[in-house]
């Protein structure tokens, strides 16, 4: 295949550290092809993965990295969001620091989110910085994770704490590496697809409800263009990116309520987006009906929409987020389907706005 063949191409411009997505089945075939001019030709290059990518892409990512005569180390690692530890990182750097890796080395993350985030902030790190790729092989990180430049472990304290906007220099997106991806973690990729639809795109919102096989590829390239212009107008985070936090909020304290065990983030998040299309409801900020037109499309991507859990034990739980450590929490709410905007708010008006909510839905 011609790496010219990938079915789309996107470019994230930055002052200094733009670079292009490409989208197409089978890109894992050509994927050396894609790095090799990122390359120096002598230096060490890692591809960081975890047990079960390896185990179902491994060979054909291999293949093209031989073609392409590039010489590389896979580090292999446990499934799972443990990895995104101190431990994780400790234990990259001293993989890093084997193979000899330099800063005119690089590292390829392959894999969901767990890979990309801890694999983007070892790479930041690593000698303050050698080059990274992305080849993201879950539907959340085809669609989120892998561009923007947001990289991190967890600690003890919370989700996140630890890390660093860090550029990938090209992401590679093989929608076909999804076929082994188990329904579940579709699904909650499909939460972060809903998310894109109601905060910027109500023709993908729309098309998320007509069609029962939807097309992956076109998907994945309307989401991150959607990203990309956001992060091309505030790659730090300061303001428009915000709204990539729909149902975040609420969704992280989910997380937190339920010891990050009971649900899947995306899973959490369809939660989240409900209560904060609810909370915009009641507050006269969101249009009417919204709340059911998004819990129809969330349920049409086999996602429940109703937190069985306590809603009133969450606003506590804001208040060790990352982004509500000062005390002011900001939630993302919607006007309409295609439009969301920040609200500056407390905890205690979430609690009160809560409690109307639980009045006037069943949520
Ligand atoms: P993940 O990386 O744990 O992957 C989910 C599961 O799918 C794992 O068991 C993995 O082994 C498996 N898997 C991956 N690709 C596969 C494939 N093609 N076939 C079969 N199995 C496959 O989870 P995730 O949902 O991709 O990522 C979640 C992480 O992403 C969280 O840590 C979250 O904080 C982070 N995140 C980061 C950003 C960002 O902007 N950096 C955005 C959203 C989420
Ligand atoms: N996933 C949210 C962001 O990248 O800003």
């Known amino acids: 295949m011609n790496p010219l063949e990938c079915s789309h191409k996107l470019t994230v411009k930055l002052k200094d550290n733009g670079y292009d997505i490409v989208i197409g089945n089978n890109m894992l075939d050509v994927a050396g092809d894609l790095l090799k001019p990122l390359w120096s030709g002598n230096e060490a290059v890692s591809v960081v993965t975890d047990e079960n990518v390896w185990r179902y892409h491994g060979d054909s990512l291999s293949r ?65 910085g050698v080059r990274f790729v992305q080849i993201p092989t879950t539907l959340l990180a085809q669609v989120d994770s892998s561009v923007g430049g947001k990289t991190g472990i967890n600690l003890p304290q919370g989700k996140n704490l630890a890390g660093a906007f860090y550029q ?61 212009d956001i992060v091309e107008r505030d790659e730090l985070d300061f303001g428009e990116r915000m709204i990539l936090n729909f149902g975040h909020t609420l969704g992280h304290a989910i997380e ?3 010891g990050f065990d009971a649900y899947r983030h995306g899973e959490a998040v ?68 295609g439009e969301a905007f920040v609200h500056q708010t407390t905890i205690a008006e979430i609690e009160g706005l809560l409690r109307e909510v639980k009045r006037k839905w069943r949520i």
Request: aromatic share 6%; glycine share 10%.
């Open 64 to 128: 093209s990295m031989d073609r392409a005569r590039i010489d590389f180390q896979p580090i292999v690692l446990p499934e799972g969001e443990g990895n995104k530890s101190m431990r994780g990182l400790e234990n990259l750097y001293e993989s890093f620091a084997r193979m000899k890796l330099t800063r005119s080395g690089l590292v390829a993350a392959f894999g969901g989110g767990v890979i990309g985030d801890l694999c983007g902030f070892t790479a930041a790190t690593w000698m303050r």
């Open 168 to 228: 990938p220099k090209l992401v590679v997106i093989d929608p076909s590496t999804l076929r082994t991806l188990p329904a579940r973690e579709v699904r909650c990729g499909m939460a972060e697809v809903v998310k894109y639809g109601a905060i910027r795109s109500m023709s993908l919102f729309n098309s998320l409800s007509s069609s029962s096989e939807p097309d992956l590829s076109e998907i994945i390239h309307e989401c991150c263009s959607i990203k990309s």
């Open 270 to 337: 369809a939660f989240g987006m409900a209560l904060a299309s609810a909370i915009g409801e009641v507050m006269g900020a969101t249009e009417s009906g919204v709340t059911d037109e998004l819990q129809n499309t969330l349920a049409h991507c086999g996602l429940e929409t109703r937190y069985p859990g306590d809603i009133f034990g969450l606003p506590p739980m804001l208040a060790s987020d990352k982004k509500s450590l000062g005390g002011a929490v900001q939630m993302v709410l919607l006007r309409r389907i």
């Open 256 to 258: 937190k309520q339920t």
